[in-house]
């Protein structure tokens, strides 16, 4: 099984062993990620302009690229999934952008919002289903207590993002069950980290981070996953350190096996 695999800038760059951890993982789960040739920075944030063309073009370029391939796409970070896969509901459902961004491109044939765009995560629900994936741990987290952190942009908008409930997701919970232990619910897992203002309003960014941790801290969690670059950087930087914050690949990674436990080092 082989997919179209879009990294973007933070797991090429910072946290290149984030990337690694998901790949390696791929392969003991039996499928390939096939990185996107010549792929560019999807931006980061989504533009609402409704006029907005030249900024969502790289990502127009990535779906295409996957299409030609007749592969789905997958991606690993929350806010490059965000963008991508609002961009491609763009081009299937906004005859304006489609038109003017095929117009731009001149591509042999008109993208219209074919490709097929997942996060990692869905892989491992949807494709690769969790009951397979926690066939293959070999290192189970037994007796570790994990609160999953979604933040903002995995979940919404809801209809566009398709990805779980937004009001009460389970997909990072049961991701949790597979690698043997034990999620914890708490009631800001889905509330925003203030990653995208904590260089403009640091003190507001900290009170969100503190809150979060808090509130997970306090329903028994020892640590926290999140699937978003960013948000990870945020809770660790902003965050009172009352919990390790780690990035799920890395969990999974050491769960099947490839990466070795902090144990271990």
Excluded at 26 to 34: H, P, Q, S
Excluded at 208 to 236: Q, R
Aim: proline fraction near 5%; glycine fraction near 8%.
């Amino acid at each position: 099984m082989k997919y179209s695999y879009y990294p973007g800038c933070t797991l090429k760059t910072k946290a290149k062993d984030l990337d690694e951890y998901a790949r390696k993982s791929a392969k003991v789960l039996g499928f390939d990620l096939e990185e996107v040739e010549n792929w560019q920075c999807c931006g980061g944030v989504y533009p609402l302009g409704t006029d907005e063309i030249a900024t969502k073009l790289s990502s127009v370029r990535t779906l295409n690229a996957a299409k030609e391939k007749g592969q789905e796409l997958v991606t690993i970070c929350s806010a490059c999934h965000h963008v991508i896969k609002r961009v491609n509901d763009d081009m299937k459902n906004v005859e304006d952008i489609q038109i003017k961004a095929n117009n731009y491109m001149k591509l042999e044939e008109p993208y219209k919002g074919e490709t097929t765009v997942l996060h990692y995560l869905e892989v491992l629900r949807d494709r690769i289903g969790f009951d397979k994936l926690k066939e293959k741990v070999v290192c189970p987290f037994e007796g570790k207590k994990i609160g999953a952190y979604y933040g903002c942009l995995l979940l919404r908008p809801g209809k566009v993002m398709a990805f779980d409930n937004p009001e009460n997701p389970t997909i990072m919970e049961d991701f949790i069950r597979a690698i043997g232990a034990e999620p914890v619910i708490y009631p800001y897992r889905n509330e925003c980290c203030g990653g995208y203002i904590s260089w403009k309003e640091p003190d507001m960014a900290k009170n969100m981070c503190n809150k979060i941790m808090e509130s997970s801290a306090g329903f028994g969690a020892d640590m926290l996953i999140t699937a978003c670059p960013l948000c990870k950087y945020n809770l660790t930087k902003n965050g009172n350190e009352s919990l390790p914050v780690y990035y799920f690949t890395e969990l999974l990674a050491e769960a099947l096996g490839v990466k070795k436990s902090k144990e271990e080092v």
